[in-house]
């Protein structure tokens, strides 16, 4: 079956602009995770979608990330003013459930100029 | 605060050998380890998952897990050229409070030389 997909697979913005990431998980799947991974790093965890409700977004850096699953399937990550720290590869991850195994999409590679 | 620490590398292995990768975690209540490998500039693909105490084989990979002393390995077998990649260790941890997200490593480099 299709796996996790993300949309765009790269964007370029410039500093202060707005910017919304898309992501599609696998189908059946109700956990949803965003994680954000700059250069020689691992994975840093965002937020975490338990159906359309966000069960946990203790990971946002700060007020200008914001995502939603209006629908319980795909999710949008949102990202206001964008800073040039922002610069990193933005993956999403869907389980069947909070315990089960995570599975990645091919990510959004952002660069903010 | 939840850590999960690796060897940066570059490990470098002859093709052929066993390849070793090392892991340590901070948090003693952590439930579930998984091992990923991410080619550069791509996004990070399953390669085994553990949750109990010893080993588990799978093909040429094979995890261990002692969590008395908080540590996962993944072993590679017969290592070829198509391992060389960052292998991401990652653990999950079912609490009330906390993130509910994988905490990652950084990862370590693996070279195999042909």
């Known amino acids: 079956g299709a796996g996790v997909s993300q949309t765009p697979s790269n964007k370029v913005t410039e500093k202060g602009k707005y910017v919304e990431l898309r992501c599609d998980p696998i189908s059946g799947h109700t956990a949803l995770y965003w994680y954000r991974q700059s250069l020689g790093q691992g994975p840093e965890f965002l937020i975490y979608?338990?159906?359309?409700?966000?069960?946990?977004d203790s990971g946002l850096p700060n007020d200008r990330f914001f995502a939603v699953r209006p629908e319980g399937s795909v999710s949008t990550l949102k990202i206001q003013r964008t800073e040039r720290g922002d610069s990193a590869m933005y993956l999403c991850?869907?389980?069947?459930?909070?315990?089960?195994?995570?599975?990645f999409g091919p990510g959004t590679r952002l660069l903010v100029l | 605060q939840k850590e999960v620490e690796q060897n940066s590398g570059p490990l470098s292995v002859p093709e052929g050998a066993i390849a070793s990768l090392n892991c340590t975690y901070s948090d003693r209540v952590s439930q579930s380890f998984f091992w990923y490998r991410q080619y550069s500039g791509k996004s990070p693909e399953l390669i085994m998952s553990?949750?109990?105490?010893g080993d588990k084989e799978d093909g040429r990979f094979t995890a261990q897990l002692n969590k008395a002393s908080q540590y996962v390995s993944l072993l590679i077998r017969d290592s070829q050229p198509s391992d060389s990649a960052t292998y991401l260790c990652a653990v999950n941890t079912y609490s009330g409070g906390g993130a509910d997200g994988l905490t990652f490593g950084k990862g370590t480099h693996l070279i195999i030389q042909p």
């Open positions: 979608f338990q159906g359309t409700g966000a069960a946990d």
């Open positions: 553990i949750y109990s105490n």
């Open positions: 991850a869907s389980s069947l459930g909070k315990q089960e195994t995570q599975y």
